[in-house]
């Protein structure tokens, strides 16, 4: 529960929405929601392509990360939404071979409805960073 020296804010990222941002005393969680396969027009990127929607996703995860200043080794969970769970391990191997430095607990979510049409993927994650002053 957040105490009265927390607070709570939503900041429109590009390029797929909102990061919602808790902060404390001590530390600055944030939460970024659902990053898709998409380029700066929002358009699906690597249609068709696995591999290359994941590495797409997790670009534009890392780049709203950057802009908030977040840094990979900030990241504490990321979470893979798939169109079919057979998808799961290449999924995952995607991931890991893309962003080796990141040592985040990774899940794998089953899902429909994915954003854009035609995605086969999404990625969702969580950071925290400790000391971020005021402002960043």
Do not use: C
């Not at 358009?43 to 696995?50: F, G, N, P, T, Y």
């Not at 504490?76 to 040592?103: C, H, M, N, P, Q």
Request: hydrophobic share 50%; glycine share 8%; no cysteine.
């Amino acid at each position: 529960m957040l105490g009265a020296a927390s607070t709570f804010a939503q900041a429109q990222v590009p390029p797929t929405g909102d990061v919602q941002v808790f902060r404390n005393a001590l530390e600055t969680v944030f939460v970024f929601p659902r990053v898709g396969p998409v380029d700066k027009k929002g358009e699906l990127v690597a249609a068709a392509d696995l591999t290359g929607q994941v590495r797409q996703a997790l670009v534009n995860l890392r780049l709203m990360a950057s802009r908030v200043g977040v840094a990979p080794a900030h990241f504490v969970t990321l979470t893979i939404y798939g169109a079919d769970s057979s998808l799961r391990e290449v999924l995952e191997k995607s991931a890991r071979e893309a962003f080796s430095d990141w040592g985040p607990a990774t899940a794998f979510v089953e899902a429909k409805n994915l954003r854009p049409t035609g995605a086969l993927v999404e990625v969702e994650a969580v950071a925290v960073v400790r000391g971020l002053k005021p402002g960043k």
